[in-house]
């Protein structure tokens, strides 16, 4: 039986491992629209980097652009119980479930919404100790 995995190329044989894993991105992007719809929009990775704009302005605008593409992800998963045993296992499925950028951001929206329509009702702490996040918390830091 062969192997479905390629060694020709493996830094066990001398490749530049660099090399190697450029080579096998640069295939899957060109063989797979999922890997290559899920590539970054150049116009949005430069906004992003650019220490000038507001960062609200770069969330929405990600947001925005990005709304129909999974945002995260988690694999799905069952319980299961050996008989021979009684071990219960959690057994990943192929399946992901994932919530669009549109699906996240409002989400996010809505929890912003209910801190800024009720700012006396108290907020849960969090491990270090803080409260309800500042907006001054969230500003960006410039480039060096």
């Not at 150049?42 to 990005?66: C, F, H, K, N, W």
């Not at 945002?71 to 071990?87: K, L, N, Q, S």
Request: charged residues 25%; contains cysteine.
């Amino acid at each position: 039986m062969s192997s479905p995995i390629n060694f020709e190329g493996s830094p066990a044989n001398g490749a530049d491992p660099i090399a190697l894993l450029f080579k096998k991105f640069t295939r899957l992007v060109e063989t797979d629209p999922q890997v290559r719809d899920a590539l970054p929009i150049d116009e949005i990775a430069a906004l992003a980097g650019d220490s000038d704009v507001p960062i609200g302005q770069i969330l929405e605008t990600v947001m925005d652009r990005y709304a129909d593409r999974p945002a995260i992800g988690m694999r799905r998963h069952e319980t299961w119980t050996d008989p021979a045993t009684g071990e219960t296992v959690r057994r990943l499925l192929p399946e992901f479930q994932t919530m669009t950028y549109r699906e996240l951001w409002d989400a996010a929206s809505a929890i912003a919404s209910e801190w800024v329509a009720a700012p006396d009702v108290p907020f849960p702490a969090t491990a270090s100790g803080r409260s309800r996040p500042q907006a001054s918390s969230y500003r960006r830091c410039p480039k060096n």
